[in-house]
């Protein structure tokens, strides 16, 4: 605010000093006027005025060069330092910033002039000398605030040269600090460029479909076996906790490290998310702690092994809570059974296991009672361990897992009860015992049966061609030519249907099967080498296994070929007329009857057969009927006119072509052939097209018949009618 007053004083008084320059040299001339006037008038002050003459000119011309200064200070100092102007948001909005400055200026130079000039024409008129002394003092005073001023400005400028210094040093810092945060920037975005190239570090998932895992729960089911067992003997028998303490210990922290251990494994194990394996650690911890697993894996991990210390080492059923595991042992139990070659001897040997733990559990169970009732104490309860043969560690056991095994399966006779406690508990175990032996015989019967399943089904087969024979008189040879047949195959374990096995799998699993079985085979056909792998896969889909008896004929001569074959396993021979008469015996890889399913026009042998093949012994082969064939190069053309072109190749080299047929147009029968066809289906589109306009016609007329019962009843509605209709309405509106 001090600096806008002092520079707003400094312009007024610029603005003065302005003005009376102006002012004094009009009342120089005045005075100069009034001097003549005086002279003119009286003669004894002629001389006074002559010699003021010389000194009003010299003023004249001292007033002149002042106000010539003045004005060249008064333009450098607005060069130097323009005036700051007061705001004026009124005429800042209706007038503008320019036309503000300049009204400003204007009124401001306008007011000041005007009582300036007022003022020094009425001195002027009355003392003109008066007048001449205060323009003197005026200058003086204005010198002195010009000096001021200059000393002033000079101190601005050394300010400003110094402030400019000190600019130049702030903008070299910011340079210097603006090339520092480059470069460290460019050394962020390396980092970056290397943090985007290195691959992000993957943590360690289990996937639970891996062998890994199953290799961990072979792990984990160790100790979980080992405390089902160990836990509850131990608490009963404690002679068997006494002699072997430090055993236990060694085993039971072992196996608590491994809990701990299967911990963070099901922390990590992970799961499908849209058919993907999610591998965010954060999210597998989120699902884990969601998992009913997650409550029991906590329960089973708390230290309960700390009230050893109060009541002593020797009460294993603390650890009791280890139990709460369990599940992993079922786990491992389920992805054994699929993973082995033999199921059903592994549910019965599964169960069979489940049952001898209950009779063991079930064992001790029956010592603890007898020890807290006191042992002899009744005939029920365990004998007096003060005799020796039952005071041995092994006869406690055996005599109490007899007892037990007698018991849960209702097969002997067992002391009876004597307390209530006895009663109790034995009503228990006879109820448990019916459950097990209902377990056993239906879960033994469902294996059984399922083992035999196959051999039931292909037994019900040869029986039921058996009857078909023995009906229709077939020949004792033919009947023992069958029943080996069947035999062969049962042996050779080829009874299974590929279609009917293989017909729940979708249709890349199906083709990739086939794939693996059949395409090497497939590829060694001449003219299936070249072809499309879409083929191909067409192809090994509608390959169908035979199996051939020896002495059978696969084909004779002048057969009619429907089917290409392949020799996947054992030998075949082309024999003449005869039968007996070898020409070329044929073995695994080879093939025949390709000709004869393309049907290429010009073939001297067309499509018969031109060889008699018989199996020399138990043959497998792979036949591809023509109608698959021609089926699926519909969707190929070209590799059609591939096959067909080296077919025609193979039958020139062999001279089993006719080139003038071959090299003829279409053949007429051929063109015959696809003209009826082509009325045929002109006929079907004809017939569905008059069945359409028939009922087209149809729902034309019942729609004729709708429309005129409507307007008929629009016709016999009254205005009465209408008039209580809108009123009902009204009424429901309102």
Known sequence: MAKICSESSFSARQRLSINTSNDELAAMENGDSRSHSLCEDGSPRALSSGSHRSLHRGA????????????????????????????????????????????????????????????????????????????????????????????????????????????????????????????????????????????????????????????????????????????????????????????????????????????????????????????????????????????????????????????GFNNPEFRFNRLCKIQRLFEFFERTETRTSFPNMFRISNLVLYILIIIHWNACVFFSISKSIGFGSDTWVYPNISHPEHGRLARKYIYSLYWSTLTLTTIGETPAPVRDVEFLFVIGDFLTGVLIFASIVGNVGAMISNMNASRAEFQAKIDSIKQYMQFRKVTKDLEARVIKWFDYLWTEKKTCDEKEVLKTLPDKLKAEIAINVHLDTLKKVRIFQDCEAGLLIELVLKLQPQVFSPGDYICKKGDIGREMYIIKEGKLAVVADDGVTQFVVLSDGAYFGEISILGIKGSKAGNRRTANIRSVGYSDLFALSKDDLMEALTEYPEAKKALEEKGKAILMKDNLIDEAVANAGADPKDLDEKIVKLQGNLDVMQIKFAQLMAEFTSTQARLKQRVTQMEEKVKSIKPEDLSEVVADKDKKVQ
């Open 60 to 311: 004249r011309a001292v007033a002149r060069l002042s106000y010539l200064f003045l004005m060249l200070r008064n333009w450098v100092s607005h060069r130097m330092n323009p005036i700051e102007e007061r705001n004026d948001s009124f005429l800042e909005r209706i007038r503008g910033p320019t036309l503000k400055d300049a009204t400003i200026g204007e009124s401001d130079t306008m007011c000041v002039g005007h009582n300036d000039t007022q003022s020094k024409k009425n001195l002027s008129s009355k003392w003109p000398l008066a007048t001449y002394n205060i323009n003197n003092c005026n200058n003086t005073d204005d010198k002195k605030e010009d000096k001021k001023d200059e000393i002033k400005k000079d101190e601005k400028k050394e300010e400003g040269k110094k402030e400019e210094k000190d600019g130049d040093k702030k903008k070299e810092e910011n340079k210097d600090e603006k090339k520092d945060e480059k470069k460290d920037e460019k050394k962020d975005d390396k980092k970056d460029d290397k943090k985007k190239e290195e691959p992000l570090k993957e943590i360690w998932i289990m996937d639970p479909s891996a062998d890994q895992y199953y290799r961990w729960l072979s792990v984990i089911a160790g100790p979980v076996f080992y405390n089902l067992i160990m836990i509850v003997t131990r608490a009963s028998f404690n002679e068997l906790q006494n002699s072997y303490s430090k055993l236990w210990i060694a085993l039971d922290y072992t196996s608590d490290i491994i809990y701990y251990m299967d911990t963070f494994v099901r922390s990590r194990t992970g799961y499908l998310e849209q058919g993907l394996l999610v591998k965010d650690a954060k999210k597998l911890r989120a699902k884990y702690r969601t998992t009913s697993q997650f409550k029991y894996d906590m329960i089973s991990m708390i230290p309960t092994d700390l009230l050893f210390l109060q009541y």
